[in-house]
């Protein structure tokens, strides 16, 4: 298992376009987060998986936030209409069942919006 | 939700010093966790510590629950420790975690 999996690494686009991010967790883990972290603040919860079910959203997630987890496997967030203030890196994180529940996060992707 | 405390903000040490850092919580939690955000943005988990101690290498944390404050301490400092460490937590049923503004460390060759 090579641990969590975030695609891109690095997405600059302009204000106003949509973009989307993909996550593929350790596969024997059921739970999946995102989070999103900027310049000197620890990550912020946005939402969170436990298989294919959103079971948490944090008010942080606008109506131009939206994530998936289809199968209970890998999972997309997609961001419409993006503003300059959407700038930064969005973080992956999955764990496992009771009993082990230890954050595994992914590299992160970076988005910047110009 | 609950509120997360760290410090110090920042901690400069010399190579082979050792240090303490803290993390309160305003509430009770039953999931706590310390990581670790390397130079280039990584994080690694460290400890999942809701109560008692643990020891990993160098590195070892302390959660009172019943106080609400939880310690990690590294012994012997590398350079390779520095960056920014985070203490989060969750409570009552939430399976989220919340972090701490985290402990900017640099260690000094």
């Known amino acids: 298992d090579t641990g969590v999996s975030q695609n891109p690494r690095h997405k600059i686009t302009k204000r106003g376009q949509n973009v989307t991010f993909r996550c593929d967790p350790i596969s024997e883990h059921n739970r999946l987060y995102w989070y999103r972290q900027t310049l000197g603040q620890g990550p912020e919860f946005l939402t969170y998986?436990?298989?294919?079910?959103?079971?948490?959203k944090s008010r942080l997630l606008s109506d131009r936030f939206s994530a998936e987890r289809p199968k209970g496997s890998f999972s997309t967030l997609e961001i419409q209409r993006t503003e300059q203030g959407d700038s930064a890196m969005y973080l992956c994180?999955?764990?496992?069942?009771?009993?082990?529940?230890?954050?595994?996060f992914g590299s992160g992707t970076r988005l910047t919006v110009v | 939700g609950i509120q997360v405390e760290q410090s110090p903000p920042d901690l400069i040490l010399q190579e082979g010093a050792n240090s303490t850092l803290r993390c309160n919580f305003s509430?009770?939690?039953?999931?706590l966790q310390w990581f670790h955000q390397n130079p280039w943005g990584q994080l690694i988990n460290l400890f999942y510590i809701p109560s008692g101690t643990k020891q990993n290498g160098r590195l070892s944390a302390t959660t009172v629950a019943t106080e609400r404050y939880s310690l990690l301490y590294i012994s012997s400092s590398q350079t390779t420790d520095s960056g920014v460490y985070f203490c989060a937590g969750a409570s009552g049923s939430a399976r989220q975690l919340t972090f701490g503004s985290g402990t900017q460390l640099t260690v000094l060759p």
């Open positions: 994180a999955s764990s496992g069942r009771t009993g082990s529940p230890g954050y595994t």
């Open positions: 509430d009770s939690v039953n999931n």
């Open positions: 998986f436990q298989n294919e079910a959103q079971l948490e």
